[in-house]
C-alpha cells in the first residue's frame, strides 16, 4: 500500500530559538510520509541561514512575497494551499500579535492566512513577555480562531532567568505534527 504524503509547511520567525527548528525540519524530513516546506521572516535569516533549511528540508526557503515559485502560481497561496499543516516554530510575541490582528505583511502571515490547514504554533519569549496581557489576549483570540498552541515550557531563556517561555523540545514538536496528520 502507497504511503499518502503530507506536506507541513514551516514558518519561522524571530526568536534565538529557531535553532531549535532545525531538529524539528531534520527529524521531520526522516519520516517518509512528510514533505517539508519552509518560510522565513527577514528577522529569522538573523538567527539561522535559509541556507541551513534548505539543506534540512531538499527544498528551497523563501522568505518574500515576490519570490517567484519554480511552478506557476502565487508563492503564498501555493504554499497554503499544499499544506496539509501549518507550523509556526518558533512563534514570537510578534507573529502571535500579527496573526490575532489580521496583520498579513510577510509570506509567513500570508500563508497562515491562505490556508485551510490546520495551525500549530510553538511559542517561545521571554517569561515577562508570555505574561503580558497582550500575549495573553492574543494566545486567547488565537485559540478561538481555532489555531493550536504547544508549549511553551519551562526552562533557561535566553536572557538567562529560568521561567514559562522556552521552546518545547523538537522531538515534542514532531509528535504532535505526526498526531495531528494522521487523523
Not at 527577514?42 to 541551513?52: G, I, K, M, Y
Request: proline share 5%; aromatic share 6%; glycine share 8%.
Amino acid at each position: 500500500m502507497a504511503v499518502t504524503r503530507k506536506t507541513v509547511v514551516i514558518g519561522v520567525t524571530g526568536s534565538i530559538a529557531c535553532y531549535k527548528t532545525c531538529d524539528v525540519v531534520s527529524d521531520l524530513r526522516k519520516l517518509d510520509s512528510v514533505d517539508i516546506h519552509v518560510v522565513m521572516t527577514r528577522e529569522a535569516t538573523q538567527f539561522v541561514s535559509p541556507l541551513t533549511f534548505q539543506a534540512l528540508s531538499g527544498h528551497p526557503v523563501y522568505q518574500g512575497l515576490f519570490e517567484v515559485p519554480e511552478a506557476w502560481g502565487l508563492l503564498h497561496t501555493s504554499l497554503a494551499m499544499a499544506a496539509d499543516l501549518v507550523l509556526i516554530c518558533p512563534a514570537t510575541m510578534n507573529i502571535l500579535g500579527k496573526l490575532a490582528h489580521g496583520i498579513c505583511d510577510d509570506l509567513v502571515t500570508s500563508v497562515v492566512f491562505a490556508t485551510q490547514a490546520p495551525v500549530l504554533l510553538v511559542p517561545a519569549m521571554n517569561q515577562a513577555m508570555y505574561d503580558h496581557p497582550a500575549c495573553q489576549s492574543n494566545l486567547a483570540t488565537l485559540k478561538r480562531f481555532g489555531y493550536q498552541l504547544l508549549g511553551p515550557a519551562r526552562g533557561t531563556l535566553a536572557c538567562g532567568v529560568v521561567g514559562l517561555g522556552h521552546i518545547v523540545e523538537p522531538a515534542a514538536v514532531v509528535k504532535a505534527i505526526r498526531q495531528r496528520l494522521h487523523r
